[in-house]
Structure formats: structure tokens, C-alpha cells
């Protein structure tokens, strides 16, 4: 299981980077804006935190939202 959640967060942090940078990138404060996910949470995200932190499904189905894509491709395998 650990190694699992450990290859969801690597995921998590780079599709997020990615999805953050294509067409015109938007900054932590921006989404955070348009998701209601803290700036602070985005950052500790994208930086693929440490196993203390563990984020939720509504928080990536929120992230989603922010971007305007399927919760899913923030979780997908590149």
C-alpha cells in the first residue's frame, strides 16, 4: 500500500506541474482562487511533500475544477 500512495503522489505532483504550465501557466495563488485549495497546500503538492501530508479526493477533485479537467488526469500515469 505505502508504495502505492507513494506512486499517486509523485503523479499527483508532476500531472499537476504539467497541467499548471500548458496553454497559459497559472500561478499557486491563481488556482487557489478558482479551486478554494490553500496556496500553501498547492506549493506542498507540486513540491511531492513528504509522507506526513496526505490529500484528500475532494482536494483533487476541487484542483480539477480549478483547471477545468476530469479529476483523472491529475492522477493518470504519464
Known sequence: ????????TFRLSGN???LMNKNRPIK????????????????????GWDGNF?????TVEKLAKGLGVD????????
Open 16 to 18: 499537476l506541474r504539467v
Open 1 to 8: 500500500m505505502k508504495k502505492q500512495t507513494t506512486s499517486l
Open 28 to 47: 499557486n495563488i491563481e488556482l487557489a482562487e478558482k479551486s478554494g485549495v490553500s496556496a500553501n497546500t498547492i506549493s506542498r503538492i507540486k513540491s
Open 54 to 58: 496526505q490529500v484528500e479526493l475532494n
Open 71 to 78: 479529476p483523472i488526469e491529475l492522477l493518470k500515469e504519464a
